[in-house]
């Protein structure tokens, strides 16, 4: 049995070596440092932009400013039944119409029958109908309308 063993793996250890500097794709000089220079920080400040293509929307800054304040955000959102059906009800009208992708996309939080709207849309009509469509259900006693009219 041993020698049995000691063969096939006196082969398998032939045909690793034989495999090895194929397979490794280290540079054969070794790369020296010098450990005692640190290595100053980095600038991670963004170079400024030379083009003017336009960039994808970014909301970062928004979000920030909504970290911890008393506005409502989607987490503010009841799990009563008809603050539930209200902002559903909502959404459905509003995805009913022919809207921007971002007036599509606004934030509709419903806590005891008081509806906030946020997010940007892109005109003051965008912001009047999806106001108007969310007071037009049933079960809502305000709505706080907070929609950002954007330049396109």
């Given at each position: 049995?041993?020698?049995?063993?000691?063969?096939?793996?006196?082969?398998?250890?032939v045909?690793?070596?034989?495999?090895a500097?194929?397979?490794?794709?280290?540079?054969?000089?070794?790369?020296t440092?010098?450990?005692?220079?640190?290595?100053?920080p980095r600038?991670?400040?963004?170079?400024?932009?030379?083009?003017?293509t336009p960039?994808?929307?970014?909301?970062?800054?928004?979000?920030?400013?909504?970290?911890?304040t008393?506005?409502k955000?989607?987490?503010?959102?009841?799990?009563?039944a008809?603050?539930?059906?209200?902002?559903?009800?909502?959404?459905?009208?509003?995805m009913?119409?022919?809207?921007?992708?971002?007036?599509?996309n606004?934030?509709?939080?419903?806590?005891?029958?008081?509806?906030?709207?946020?997010?940007p849309?892109?005109?003051?009509?965008?912001r009047?109908?999806?106001?108007?469509?969310?007071?037009?259900?049933?079960?809502?006693?305000?709505?706080?309308?907070?929609?950002e009219?954007?330049?396109?």
């Amino acid at each position: 049995m041993n020698r049995i063993f000691s063969r096939f793996a006196g082969a398998a250890l032939v045909a690793a070596t034989g495999l090895a500097p194929l397979a490794c794709d280290r540079p054969t000089t070794p790369v020296t440092t010098n450990p005692t220079t640190p290595s100053a920080p980095r600038d991670m400040t963004p170079a400024p932009r030379t083009d003017t293509t336009p960039r994808e929307p970014d909301n970062t800054g928004i979000n920030r400013r909504d970290l911890g304040t008393e506005n409502k955000t989607p987490l503010s959102q009841s799990e009563s039944a008809s603050d539930v059906a209200i902002t559903a009800e909502i959404r459905r009208a509003v995805m009913a119409e022919t809207l921007s992708v971002n007036a599509s996309n606004c934030k509709i939080m419903t806590v005891n029958g008081v509806v906030t709207l946020r997010g940007p849309v892109a005109s003051i009509a965008e912001r009047d109908l999806i106001q108007a469509k969310a007071t037009a259900v049933a079960g809502v006693k305000s709505v706080v309308n907070e929609l950002e009219v954007t330049a396109p």
